[in-house]
């Protein structure tokens, strides 16, 4: 089977920098995206990583590491809109469906 | 932003009734897909269309049945609602497959109540 771990909640105070992780076993690797979601909101698409290494978009990178499996997103100087629910999410085997983690809450703090 | 609008934003319903939500796109993408959303299970595929009449079931598709007659209309029915459903519900589109690569933009959600 395919699946993604993620950590459930995440807290960081407003200025600082945060790491959330994403561990995957998959039937074939298609790279891994990354999606925000806001309460009540809908899923919005943030990044995607093919290749190993560090993919830069503002304030938010992420990070993939096919050999272990692993990807993470950082995001820095965190504000209070930052607040919000992210998922990591990559394509089933051979198919066009996407599967997601189950999402990490991040709650920024003043 | 990506034109999707689904209809209804909200329902509550009794079990054993049918119910059907909407996704409509104007953004003639190729790719529509279903969702459900429940606390501590993040997003699950229930159906997807690769184009018009082409569909497949997702990971949780039982309970559930798709149409799509038009490119820019994807259709869910839940045959004979059951508590279990009770769920929002957000539809996808997206350009092209693979959605591992490519994005797939999401509509505002439809928060379904079956009592």
């Known amino acids: 089977g395919q699946s993604l771990e993620q950590p459930s909640e995440v807290t960081a105070v407003e200025g600082a920098i945060v790491q959330i992780n994403c561990t995957y076993q998959?039937?074939?690797?298609?790279?891994l995206s990354w999606y925000q979601q806001h309460d009540g909101g809908a899923p919005t698409f943030l990044s995607y990583?093919?290749?190993?290494g560090l993919e830069e978009t503002g304030r938010f990178s992420s990070f993939l590491s096919r050999s272990d499996s692993y990807g993470y997103l950082l995001l820095q100087e965190l504000q209070m809109k930052d607040s919000a629910s992210y998922f990591c999410?990559?394509?089933?085997?051979?198919?066009?469906?996407?599967?997601f983690g189950t999402g990490t809450r991040l709650q920024v703090f003043p | 932003d990506a034109g999707i609008t689904q209809s209804p934003r909200h329902k509550v319903t009794e079990t054993g009734t049918p119910v059907t939500l909407r996704c409509h796109q104007t953004?003639?993408?190729?790719?529509m897909y279903w969702y459900r959303q429940d606390p501590g299970h993040g997003l699950r595929l229930i159906h997807y269309?690769?184009?018009?009449?082409?569909?497949d079931k997702g990971e949780v598709s039982d309970g559930y049945s798709v149409s799509r007659s038009k490119t820019e209309d994807f259709l869910l029915t839940l045959e004979s609602a059951t508590s279990s459903q009770t769920s929002v519900y957000f539809c996808?589109?997206?350009?092209?497959?693979?959605?591992?690569?490519?994005?797939?933009?999401f509509g505002d959600g439809t928060r379904l109540s079956i009592l």
């Open positions: 990583n093919a290749l190993d």
């Open positions: 998959t039937s074939g690797f298609y790279g």
């Open positions: 999410a990559t394509r089933s085997y051979n198919t066009d469906k996407l599967i």
């Open positions: 269309s690769y184009g018009v009449k082409d569909t």
């Open positions: 953004e003639n993408h190729r790719y």
């Open positions: 996808a589109i997206s350009e092209h497959g693979q959605g591992g690569s490519q994005p797939q933009h």
